[in-house]
């Protein structure tokens, strides 16, 4: 076996929540291994990071009350006593400062609103609106909050992409007179995939060529731009597979309107884009980014029902490259570590017989109990609508991000637990994906630090009790 | 007519199957697995092949893989539409594989190290590339080993008879 890799923080997983986490550890001054097996949710998002929507919208409805960003977080905390804004009311005071950490430590790449003011407005790729706190800023542009007057939703005439834009229009038109906006929609389908041999192409592949020749879509457009004037262009999103800014600059410049991109649905560009850019951001940070499977030496992974948690880690931690490498792994010496590597997707939570946790063999929470192998049609519903009960398994934390075990308490003073990974929260059906990763990551990163400084002193506590007894935590 | 079916049957499974057997008229095992549905382009599965497909199950179609494709602008679109192809739809069955001939066998393993290491799921991508070119030659080979009769028409793959986009 090589030398061991040694840091004060390992974060397992480096998607949102994990790569938050991970630069809030570095800005309190651990040193962070972040270890990913591999892409994950983040890279399948649409580009947008929603905290939590309106407690009142509905389909009649679709803005609600207009609440705040923080009254939305603390609504969904008073609805739903399993959801871990509920388990973290008492530092919701802190979403504000988690959503301009999150804003300054990704260079911009995410951005996000003052939390006291109401969500920005999107619309969505299957013409329903759409509320987010932030997200990636070429596509917050497109908030229709901001717009008085005509929106261009712009086509590119090849079915499959994108939904047509005559559809997306009249859909945009209807959901906006529902909700009190007035703004009119209005097609344009533009011909840059009709005549050339992009029709064949994949999403990420047009989006290298748009970004490769900007000008051949601007005349595109104008071609098909109907001689009224426009407050808003909305793009389908895939104008770039690196950084759309430039591309939206010339297509402002020609068209002489402000453009903005619409969030992706499934095989999302901008997805690719904010997990490539918050990757980018862990290296500028310093943070040690190691791809491989993070598991516990002569942990048993034979199937048992109940689970059986691994106390004695810390001198077994592992990362191999691939599960069947496990004979080649290197060690991993660590002062605290923090879960983040989301649910099904990521490998956070596993299925096999029952619901676990693979590292630590922690107890998933289904439906407020621990998963002890129930039937898995139990927890779910035939109705897509319905609340899938297996898409909220998690882990259960306390007020300091650490997982409970099946009886309460804290597993370990020096494991967290951050993002999808949180048991209560199915983000499809509570829309808090990406804002409750970046705001469970920010306080699991600074508890974190907290603890694996707090340890190099010999010192016990959570971030809070570390900086009442001056131990320096942020 | 039913009783006269029940005859035919029984005389076929008492007389003529254990005379054949004693007079080695009858293939065994793999041989005679071959015979028959070799060219149909179906190969044993042995249980290398089993862990592969098994491993190839793990593929949830997120798509992710198909957007770092090193081989995606390299072979003609109408054969091939992307890595994720390999495990969605060439491993389910050898049968299939032949009308996906021509992209398996323009396919470089190595090129997808790149897909495999942000699979969420796992997939071995360069490991099923390689054994998607090793079980379409068997399943080749299977079918040559034919009488010349049987060989043209089992060799004669359905994509040489319009059925180019048959495998995606």
């Not at chain 1, 370990?412 to 990406?434: E, K, M, T």
């Not at chain 2, 592969?52 to 949830?60: D, E, F, G, H, Q």
């Not at chain 2, 080979?141 to 986009?165: M, Q």
Request: with cysteine.
């Amino acid at each position: 076996m090589s030398a061991p890799l040694s840091a004060d923080v390992l974060v397992v997983g480096a998607g949102a929540a994990g790569a938050i986490a991970a630069l809030a550890a570095r800005e309190a001054g651990a040193s962070v291994i972040a270890a990913r097996r591999a892409w994950g949710a983040t890279a399948l998002s649409s580009g947008a990071a929603d905290v939590a929507p309106d407690p009142l919208s509905s389909p009649g409805s679709p803005l609600g009350g207009r609440a705040s960003v923080e009254a939305c977080a603390r609504s969904l905390a008073l609805r739903r006593p399993e959801h871990p804004y509920a388990m973290l009311r008492e530092r919701l005071g802190a979403l504000g400062e988690a959503l301009r950490f999150a804003s300054r430590a990704t260079g911009g790449l995410l951005a996000f609103g003052d939390p006291g003011e109401e969500n920005r407005v999107l619309l969505s790729p299957f013409g329903a609106l759409k509320q987010s706190a932030g997200g990636l800023r070429s596509i917050l542009d497109g908030d229709l909050l901001r717009v008085r007057g005509t929106v261009g939703v712009v086509g590119f005439d090849r079915p499959g992409l994108e939904l047509d834009a005559r559809d997306l229009a009249a859909a945009a038109e209807e959901t906006c007179s529902l909700a009190g906006l007035r703004l009119r929609a209005v097609p344009i389908e533009c011909d840059l995939l009709r005549w050339s041999d992009l029709p064949l192409l994949r999403r990420h592949e047009v989006a290298e060529r748009i970004e490769a020749d900007p000008e051949a879509l601007a005349t595109s457009i104008l071609r098909a731009l109907p001689a009224e004037p426009f407050a808003l262009l909305l793009l389908p999103p895939v104008i770039a597979r690196g950084d759309p800014e430039p591309v939206l600059r010339i297509l402002e410049e020609r068209l002489g309107v402000r453009c903005a991109e619409l969030p992706a649905g499934a095989r999302s560009v901008p997805g690719l884009r904010l997990q490539e850019g918050l990757e980018r951001r862990l290296s500028e940070a310093g943070v040690r980014l190691v791809e491989g499977e993070v598991f516990l030496e002569g942990g048993d992974d034979a199937p048992s029902l109940v689970e059986r948690p691994r106390r004695d880690w810390a001198d077994r931690l592992r990362l191999s490259s691939s599960r069947e490498a496990r004979g080649d792994a290197e060690a991993v010496v660590v002062r605290a570590c923090v879960l983040a590597a989301g649910k099904f997707i990521g490998g956070g939570v596993e299925r096999h017989g029952r619901m676990r946790e693979p590292i630590f063999d922690l107890p998933v929470w289904v439906e407020g109990a621990v998963d002890e192998g129930r039937w898995v049609g139990d927890s779910t519903r035939p109705a897509w609508l319905e609340r899938q009960a297996a898409m909220a398994a998690g882990l259960r934390v306390d007020g300091s991000l650490r997982p409970l075990l099946r009886d309460g308490a804290p597993f370990d003073d020096r494991v967290f637990a951050c993002g999808a990974i949180l048991a209560g929260n199915d983000p499809a059906a509570d829309g808090a994906g990406i804002g409750l990763a970046v705001f469970s990551g920010y306080l699991a990163g600074r508890e974190a630090a907290a603890r694996a400084r707090a340890s190099e002193r010999g010192a016990f506590g959570t971030a809070a009790e570390a900086a009442d007894a001056g131990a320096g935590a942020p | 007519m039913r009783l006269g079916a029940d005859l035919y049957l029984a005389w076929r499974a008492l007389v003529v199957q254990p005379l054949r057997r004693i007079f080695g008229k009858v293939g065994r095992g793999e041989a005679c697995f071959l015979e028959n549905y070799g060219p149909e382009g179906l190969v044993p599965t042995p249980a290398k092949d089993k862990a592969m497909v098994a491993a190839a199950s793990r593929c949830i179609s997120c798509g992710l893989c198909d957007q770092i494709d090193g081989q995606l602008g390299a072979i003609s679109r109408g054969d091939y539409d992307g890595v994720s192809l390999l495990p969605r739809q060439y491993a389910r069955s050898s049968v299939e594989l032949v009308h996906a001939r021509r992209a398996v066998e323009a396919i470089d393993p190595e090129r997808y190290r790149a897909a495999e290491a942000i699979c969420p799921t796992g997939v071995p991508l360069v490991a099923l590339a390689g054994w998607l070119r090793d079980r379409l030659l068997r399943a080749r080979s299977a079918a040559k080993e034919l009488p010349d009769g049987v060989r043209d028409d089992a060799r004669a793959a359905p994509h040489e008879a319009g059925g180019a986009a048959a495998g995606r």
